[in-house]
T-cell receptor, first 114, second 114 residues
Framework: EAGVTQSPTHLIKTRGQQATLRCSPI?????VYWYQQALGLGLQFLLW???????NRGNFPPRFSGRQFPNYSSELNVNALELEDSALYLC?????????????FGNGTRLTVT | AQKITQTQPGMFVQEKEAVTLDCTYD???????LFWYKQPSSGEMIFLIY??????QNATEGRYSLNFQKARKSANLVISASQLGDSAMYFC???????????FGAGTILRVKS
């Protein structure tokens, strides 16, 4: 069974540009989560999508947005990039409705803003 | 709101010895799940072990066990017979059983010495 896949692995952008990160969940998982992990810090919750809808959002500005497609894959968009957006962005998927279902993470996209 | 506290920024352990990584949590939810993840230097998040708040027994998965003390709101991870490959960042996380996103602690870096 294929795990959660993220692309690209690395992304280098300049301040003010837009970044698009992509995620494909494990087959059968309808929920997709996005987390930001800045260097040396823990994981900060960004967004949760399920069945194509945004279900929850973390404490991030509106320039962080995304969507989930009918095949449950997801895209994270970051507009007007700032230097502090440099981080590892982790996508995860899970089954909904099972209390002990862990989040399964991809290998992440490392975004560098110069 | 949920909060996870990991008070040990870094830990050292001798190969083949056991080590305990501390995790305390704060929640007003009556039901919740507790998770531990391992993050090697490569960045991927690896699910290790799960404990439900109403589980009667402490969870075990191979060399990993969870010392769950509900009254103290602690869920410490015990790694037995440490191996060099155990060197990584370890995160404790919590999810209310009615919710979906995981809330993570700041993590503990574990270094196994030969």
């Amino acid at each position: 069974e294929a795990g959660v896949t993220q692309s690209p692995t690395h992304l280098i952008k300049t301040r003010g540009q837009q970044a698009t990160l992509r995620c494909s969940p494990i087959s059968g998982h309808t929920s997709v989560y996005w987390y930001q992990q800045a260097l040396g810090l823990g994981l900060q919750f960004l967004l949760w999508y399920d069945e194509g809808e945004e279900r929850n959002r973390g404490n991030f500005p509106p320039r962080f947005s995304g969507r989930q497609f009918p095949n449950y894959s997801s895209e994270l968009n970051v507009n007007a990039l700032e230097l502090e957006d440099s981080a590892l962005y982790l996508c995860a998927s899970s089954l909904v409705g099972q209390r002990n279902s862990p989040l399964h993470f991809g290998n992440g996209t490392r975004l560098t803003v110069t | 709101a949920q909060k996870i506290t990991q008070t040990q920024p870094g830990m050292f352990v001798q190969e083949k010895e056991a080590v305990t990584l501390d995790c305390t949590y704060d929640t007003s939810d009556p039901s919740y799940g507790l998770f531990w993840y391992k993050q090697p230097s490569s960045g991927e998040m690896i699910f290790l072990i799960y404990q439900g708040s109403y589980d009667q027994q402490n969870a075990t998965e191979g060399r990993y066990s969870l010392n769950f003390q509900k009254a103290r709101k602690s869920a410490n991870l015990v790694i037995s017979a440490s191996q060099l490959g155990d060197s990584a960042m370890y995160f404790c996380a919590m999810r209310p059983l009615g919710g979906n996103k995981l809330v993570f602690g700041a993590g503990t870096i574990l270094r196994v010495k030969s």
